[in-house]
């Protein structure tokens, strides 16, 4: 098992910047991943950060606005957003993946945080 707790999410003006963090307990794992799911949509891959290298791959809506870093040490990953727009807004998830390499992909992550709310106003 592995537990994941999000925190950082809240109300933010268009153009502004948000933290969120990520705390992983438990089990080993190979990267963690950021998904946000809005309203009526599916969730959608945000970006993610290999744990061991800290190589990240990002979804091309977020490319230059987000970056995912790591702090091996307090087993967290931080998701800096800057410049929101008001499509931004969702809940953000944080999940890990055990297989290697880096995905995109929901289904392939094994463990999910509850999430945290991100509303980008206009």
């Known amino acids: 098992q592995v537990q994941l707790v999000e925190s950082g999410g809240g109300l933010v003006q268009a153009g502004g910047s948000l933290r969120l963090s990520c705390a992983a307990s438990?089990?080993?794992?190979?990267?963690i991943g950021w998904f946000r799911q809005a309203p009526g949509k599916e969730r959608e891959f945000v970006g993610s950060?290999?744990?061991?290298?800290?190589?990240?791959y990002y979804a091309d809506s977020v490319k230059g606005r987000f970056t995912i870093s790591r702090d091996n040490a307090k087993n967290t990953v931080i998701l800096q957003m800057s410049s929101l727009r008001p499509e931004d807004t969702a809940v953000y998830y944080c999940?890990?993946?055990?297989?290697?390499?880096?995905?995109?992909?929901?289904?392939?992550?094994?463990?999910w945080g509850q999430g945290t709310q991100v509303t980008v106003s206009s």
């Open positions: 950060v290999m744990w061991s290298g800290g190589v990240t």
């Open positions: 999940a890990v993946c055990r297989r290697l390499g880096l995905s995109g992909t929901p289904d392939e992550y094994d463990y």
């Open positions: 438990g089990r080993t794992f190979n990267s």
